[in-house]
């Protein structure tokens, strides 16, 4: 993540300097050479020798609070990626209000034209809507380069569904209103070397009516996002890329393509629904907070609203 971080900053606007602060030195060499970056081995001496004004926090998911809140300490404006627990939450939030400075909360699928369209078109369609909602990828597959106990997805704390759901509801709670109720079926039914459940099936009310069965697992062979949201006046399925959003003409009885993006941003080595412009839209947003005070459209309050619902599922 911080390489992409890096790389689309980069695009957004070339004058930004950029210093890369990683432990590890096979790491840091590479971002210079590919980057063209100044590196720095810790935070403390990137803080002590250069005036900072603004942090992305890329780390593994546990680490976050303590690098948010250093530098918060020292006046730096934080995009933080999924934390995916709520440590120093609270403190945190406080630190940012006092110092006036802006704590950023990732949530890339927010920043998706294919949810905007979503959104739009639940909005306004004047009937209630159910949906079915399976995501789910084979543990092994996340990081091919490294066995998954070696990264995040292997501590129970920040596992590998936790880390779906993270993704996964803050989009569905926007479209489709608060969540309400849970009704939950989990279980292990992988040989995998993990300490956690690696599927579920969860029953969600929202507080406008609508409901859903959403199916999250990290054992599916295959990479998938299908979405289908069904009512008596609209009917859309979804595949996860940038060009599989459908909505159903019941009138003509055919299935027609939506159009989303005018240019969608993929890389080749990544899978389908992975959508770089939605990537870049969020960093845009993090600087339009910083230098123009405009709210976004995620934060650390709502974030914390979600992991608790995640922790609710979880129990």
């Given at each position: 993540m911080g390489k992409r971080r890096i790389r689309l900053i980069q695009k957004h606007d070339s004058k930004i300097q950029i210093v890369g602060v990683d432990t590890n030195e096979e790491r840091r060499n590479t971002c210079t050479k590919e980057y063209n970056?100044?590196?720095?081995?810790?935070?403390?001496?990137?803080?002590?020798?250069?005036?900072?004004?603004?942090?992305?926090?890329?780390?593994?998911?546990?680490?976050?609070?303590?690098?948010?809140?250093?530098?918060?300490?020292?006046?730096?404006?934080?995009?933080?990626?999924?934390?995916?627990?709520?440590?120093?939450?609270?403190?945190?939030?406080?630190?940012?209000?006092?110092?006036?400075?802006?704590l950023f909360m990732s949530s890339t699928f927010l920043?998706?034209?294919?949810?905007?369209?979503?959104?739009?078109?639940?909005?306004?369609?004047?009937?209630?809507?159910?949906?079915?909602?399976?995501?789910?990828?084979?543990l092994p597959d996340w990081h091919p380069w490294e066995?998954?106990?070696?990264?995040?997805?292997?501590?129970?704390?920040?596992?590998?569904?936790?880390?779906?759901?993270?993704?996964?509801?803050?989009?569905?709670?926007?479209?489709?209103?608060?969540?309400?109720?849970?009704?939950?079926?989990?279980?292990?039914?992988?040989?995998?070397?993990?300490?956690y459940n690696d599927n579920y099936l969860v029953i969600l009310q929202h507080n406008k009516g609508h409901k859903g069965i959403l199916a999250v697992d990290i054992v599916s062979r295959k990479a998938v996002r299908n979405l289908e949201i069904f009512g008596e006046k609209l009917y859309l399925s979804w595949d996860g890329s940038p060009t599989g959003l459908k909505a159903y003409d019941f009138e003509k009885k055919v299935e027609n393509h939506l159009e989303t993006y005018k240019k969608a941003e993929q890389l080749k080595n990544y899978n389908k629904s992975i959508v770089e412009n939605a990537y870049l839209n969020e960093i845009v947003a993090f600087f339009e907070a910083v230098l123009d005070n405009k709210l976004p459209i995620y934060d650390f309050e709502k974030d914390k609203k979600i992991l608790r619902i995640i922790d609710e599922i979880e129990d």
């Open positions: 970056i100044e590196t720095c081995e810790n935070l403390e001496n990137l803080i002590y020798a250069k005036k900072t004004d603004c942090a992305f926090i890329c780390t593994s998911p546990l680490s976050h609070s303590k690098i948010i809140n250093q530098c918060l300490k020292n006046g730096i404006n934080v995009f933080s990626e999924l934390n995916l627990v709520a440590d120093r939450y609270d403190e945190n939030i406080a630190l940012a209000k006092q110092k006036e400075l802006v920043y998706r034209d294919e949810i905007k369209r979503i959104k739009s078109l639940v909005k306004d369609t004047n009937c209630l809507l159910n949906y079915t909602y399976h995501t789910g990828q084979y066995n998954y106990k070696d990264f995040f997805v292997g501590d129970k704390r920040s596992n590998g569904c936790r880390e779906i759901f993270a993704v996964e509801l803050p989009w569905l709670t926007d479209v489709f209103g608060e969540i309400v109720k849970v009704d939950v079926v989990k279980n292990k039914i992988s040989n995998l070397n993990i300490d």
